[in-house]
């Protein structure tokens, strides 16, 4: 008999890694501060005490390096876990990431595998500014040859994190601070879940209706989810259900799910906290707009996501840039009251 | 090299300036941020309080600062790193926009939109961010247009023992050299980059020695001592001036904080921080100014109340000043 209890998202994350580096030898970790730190964010914590130097290696400021040193030790048959501390660091690296570590599988014909998962922390709202604030894994699943996973809580956390270890295929792991549960950062208390003591995976490509509601369908991953799930509990007082759909990956993604929701609801908002412009709300408001003859909606879709604008350090401006609980709410309202079709 | 009287006091007071102002962030930093008004259950809330997010304290790294900056005009360039402010108060900074803008307000150097790693001051060529390595390639750019303008103006890099290993490094380093660049790569070697040390992260014991592998002069600096940081760098600037080209200067500094504010530290061994106190860099040099009858306790006294001062004002102009409008968040991606 399998016993629950609560973990918070790192401590989730730590526990897959280390299930599958107990069951699998080939699975080791470089990053930086990973080892006597644990991950600036807990990602590997306590697992330097079990696994010891070899398997959990703190690197030095190198990230093309060590970031291109997974991707050859992959394609030699290891499966290493490799951490970039803030995604906003991809910049130094980005060519090992997209055309070698993204690429290599499809210009070999699969020939080449590269089990790699690549873990970041995103996100913002916390006053760290324009170079440690970011999510873009708009950018990472617009690139082809990535699996671009972010999951919302600590129960998919770890079942993704399995996941992504098993797969063969490179995986970009995104892990928001806001929701690791650190004693010393404000999170959303939602992200804190029961987790099971036994490893699990959850499949790519499957979203999950975090909340279910009939009238308007909102679309979010990563603490936005949380996010929704407030924004809707406060809608629910209001008589509007809103149905919260976590997309959990991007990478494959789980358009169906978009699609049957929408279908029910008649209403889309996306809710996303990486920038708006040509990332994942167009995306998703793209899928249903080519599907638009298998559908009504009531109302225009909505997209929230940050202006086309660097996140500023200030905090009046970052909470009016990062959508926030509110705007939500009030886009859900906005849409209940509006029509398709234009009054005379 | 010797530093005039006037230079030595010079750089005296700014590491005075420096501290006070450090150790009064410590402390204004924490505000807000502890409970019982945080988030139940948590130790500490980083986004909360007047000074919110990460925040990289200098005390102990004063003699990087002021050994450079006292060789230098205005119209030179310094690029810093996430941990600038004694790089910005030795540049000549107004210590009141910087501090407003640390606090996120209207009258801050980019009225908030940047904060304490963004910190832009043109008019004072002043700039760094939070990227590791990311102060050489624009150093070099400073430099370039230096010697396209024909002028005698330097730009001084300054990074960390951790950026060393940066892609950045390397590359800067080669096309200073190349192209005979005016500029001046400062390394900090503060053993630390967050959690790991120097002879965990170096494969060589010096990156001064690196210098030669990009036909540059490399200097080492052994102490953390203004004095024998301004002799190194004076010898740098010289040659820069004169069309010489690139010099990297290795300093062995210490870094009595942590990595940043909220830091545990578990890493550090105990004791390690009280050790390198015992060599404060700031008595160290009022020791010599006393040898050379240019400072007794009156004029100390007097020199500690007038940077207490100075920083009691640059904190209180912060408060005073006003946040930015909500609107402004969309304003200036483009010029």
Known sequence: ??????????????????????????????????????????????????????????????????????????????????????????????????????????????????????????????????????????????????????????????????????????????????????????????????????????????????????DVTIVALSQMVQKALVAAAELEKEGIRAEVVDLRTLVPLDTDAVLRSVTKTGRLLIADEDYLNFGVTGEIAAQVAERLDRMVLKSPVHRLGVPGVPIPYSRPLEQAVIPQVQDIADACRAMIGANLAKAA | MEPTPERMMWMYENMLLIREYEETMAKVYLEGKLPPNIQKGLAFDIGSGPVPGEMHLAAGQEPVAVGVCAHLRKEDTVVGTHRPHHFAIAKGVPLDRMTAEIFGKSDGLSRGKGGHMHLFDPEHKFSCSGIVGASMPPACGAALAA?????????????????????????????????????????????????????????????????????????????????????????????????????????????????????????????????????????????????????????????????????????????????????????????
């Open chain 1, 1 to 214: 008999m399998t016993t629950a209890r609560k973990l918070t998202m790192a401590q989730a994350i730590a526990e897959a890694i280390g299930q599958e580096m107990e069951r699998d030898p080939k699975v080791f970790v470089m990053g930086e501060d990973i080892a006597r730190y644990g991950g600036i964010f807990g990602a590997t914590g306590g697992l330097i005490d079990r696994f010891g130097p070899e398997r959990i290696m703190d690197t030095p400021i190198s990230e093309s390096a060590f970031i291109g040193t997974a991707t050859g030790a992959a394609a030699e048959g290891m499966r290493p876990i490799v951490e970039l501390m803030f995604a906003d660091f991809f910049g130094v690296c980005m060519d090992q990431i997209y055309n070698h570590l993204a690429k290599n599988t499809y210009m070999s014909d699969a020939n080449v595998r590269l089990p790699v998962v690549l873990m970041t922390a995103i996100g913002g709202g916390y006053g760290d500014a324009a170079q440690h604030s970011q999510c873009l894994y708009g950018l990472f699943a617009h690139v082809p040859g990535l699996k671009v996973v972010v999951p919302s809580n600590a129960y998919d956390a770890k079942g993704l994190m399995i996941q992504a270890i098993r797969d063969d295929n490179p995986v970009m792991y995104f892990f928001h601070k806001g929701i690791m549960g650190l004693p010393w950062m404000a999170y959303y208390e939602g992200s804190t879940t029961e987790v099971p003591q036994e490893a699990y995976t959850i499949p790519f490509g499957q979203a999950r209706v975090a909340r279910e509601g009939a």
């Open chain 2, 147 to 335: 010697k396209k303008l024909g002028k005698d103006w330097v730009a001084v890099a300054f990074f960390g023992e951790g950026a060393a290993n940066q892609g950045t490094f390397h590359e800067s380093l080669n096309l200073a050299g190349l192209w005979k660049l005016p500029v001046i790569f400062v390394c900090e070697d503060n053993k630390w980059a967050i959690s790991v040390d120097k002879d965990h992260s170096t494969a060589v014991r010096s990156d001064a020695d690196r210098a030669g592998a990009y036909g540059l002069p490399g200097i080492s600096v052994g102490r953390n001592d203004a004095l024998d940081v301004y002799s190194a760098a004076g010898e740098a600037v010289e040659r820069a001036r004169r069309g010489g080209g690139a010099t990297l200067i290795e300093v062995k500094t210490d870094r009595y904080m942590g990595h940043f504010q909220g830091d545990a530290e578990v890493y550090r061994p105990k004791g390690e921080v009280g050790e390198l106190r015992k060599n404060d860099p700031i008595p160290g040099l009022a020791g010599t100014l006393r040898a050379r009858g240019l400072l007794d306790a009156a004029k100390d006294q007097a020199l500690r109340a007038r940077v207490h001062a100075q920083v009691a004002r640059a904190f209180e102009f912060a408060r005073q000043s006003a946040y930015p409008q909500p609107r402004e968040a969309l304003e200036h991606v483009f010029a």
